[in-house]
């Protein structure tokens, strides 16, 4: 396999990693303000990172067919939103600071469903990595190898709160740090499962690569507006979640854009 395909796969996950050894520095629960920083930011990196390197490829791939260029880009946003819908209802798991669990019934424990939220986040930005790989790989014109890096820089910039976010919560609750740091690290290693299966498969997926990109951007607006921003506007303070998606967005727009 490439050396850059298998960097550009790895690098979310060392992203995730460092957020979740972010267990071992603390001496108390996560502070609440800061929680709501780390999810406005990951949520403006993901929204940026859906516009700039998923839905405008995605449109750009399709140029050929004029003003209906929206058409591939519309149908794979909408399939991503409605995909995510459905492993929302069926997987069992339970959201940070929440106590009801949503999906199917199932008796598992609450740090296994905690685990389950964040991982259901992590399979569309892990096809996204693998999609765009596979693109700059096949020499698309519409996207280059910096631009894809870009892209896996941008979601690891993103997995680091979310690993933090992950495990301190499950340190605070009494899994102990270590497994913590454990449970929040395997919460991202289904990122580079999911790029590598899109990458082992883009000989079939290069040719509908638009509906791909699109598709990936819908799964990864789905979490930012069902999840991330509701979560982060719960309580006090929700203005300064604002603001870290204001930092999210710009830093993810300004890598896509300047590296792409």
Do not use: R
Not at 116 to 123: D, E, G, K, Q
């Amino acid at each position: 396999m490439n050396k850059n395909i298998l960097i550009g796969l790895l690098i979310p996950f060392v992203g995730t990693t460092l957020g979740s050894a972010m267990v071992f520095l603390m001496k108390k629960e996560m502070n609440q303000l800061l929680q709501k920083i780390l999810l406005g930011f990951a949520g403006g990196v993901m929204m940026a990172a859906s516009v700039w390197s998923l839905l405008i490829p995605a449109m750009n791939m399709s140029s050929k067919m004029g003003k209906l260029a929206f058409i591939p880009a519309l149908i794979g946003l909408l399939f991503g939103i409605f995909f995510l819908l459905a492993i929302d209802a069926l997987t069992p798991h339970l959201h940070i600071n929440e106590t009801e669990p949503e999906g199917l019934h199932a008796h598992l424990k609450k740090t296994t469903m905690m685990v389950l939220a964040v991982t259901i986040h992590n399979i569309p930005e892990g096809m996204a990595v693998g999609v765009v790989l596979a693109g700059s790989a096949a020499n698309n014109a519409t996207i280059t190898l910096a631009g894809a890096l870009a892209l896996s820089i941008g979601i690891a910039i993103q997995n680091f709160p979310e690993g933090a976010i992950i495990s301190m919560p499950l340190a605070a609750e009494g899994s102990g740090k270590k497994k913590a740091f454990m449970m929040g690290t395997l919460s991202g290693i289904v990122e580079p499962i999911a790029g590598l299966i899109t990458v082992l498969l883009s000989s079939i997926m290069i040719p509908i690569l638009p509906y791909l990109l699109s598709f990936a951007a819908g799964a990864m607006i789905y979490v930012i507006v069902e999840e991330m921003i509701p979560e982060a506007s719960v309580g006090k303070h929700s203005n300064i979640a604002t603001i870290g998606f204001a930092v999210g967005f710009a830093v993810m727009m300004v890598l896509d854009v300047a590296l792409g």
